[in-house]
Nanobody
Framework: QVQLVESGGGLVQPGGSLRLSCVAS????????IGWYRQVPGKQRELVAT???????NYADSVKGRFTISRDDDKNTGYLQMNSLKPEDTAVYYC??????????????WGQGTQVTVSS
């Protein structure tokens, strides 16, 4: 079993910054990809950013140039640095990880979500 725990959300003023963290723990052989989605009430969950083990990254157009995804594979941890935050970035942010366990079972896991609120 694998668990994902997010942290770093909170309230920030427009133009401010936050850094989200996602720690994967449990029976992990490899974290093949790690990423972030976000969701606001009444809307579908949307992709924010992803990072593969090969180093490729992908961003939603709405966050390009403002958000940066990174990972520390030694710590099985992913990060989302969010700069120049806008009120429309307000959402619950969910971490996901595509993980291969030690018994070679591969699947996606999700964190519990962390609230990000951008408001003056």
């Amino acid at each position: 079993q694998v668990q994902l725990v997010e942290s770093g959300g909170g309230l920030v003023q427009p133009g401010g910054s936050l850094r989200l963290s996602c720690v994967a723990s449990g029976s992990i052989f490899s974290v093949n990809a790690i990423g972030w989605y976000r969701q606001v009430p009444g809307k579908q969950r949307e992709l924010v950013a992803t990072s593969t083990s090969g180093g490729r990254t992908n961003y939603a157009d709405s966050v390009k140039g403002r958000f940066t995804i990174s990972r520390d594979d030694d710590k099985n941890t992913g990060y989302l640095q969010m700069n120049s935050l806008k009120p429309e970035d307000t959402a619950v942010y969910y971490c996901y990880a595509h993980v291969t366990s030690r018994d070679q079972y591969t699947t996606n896991y999700w964190g519990q979500g962390t609230q990000v609120t951008v408001s003056s």
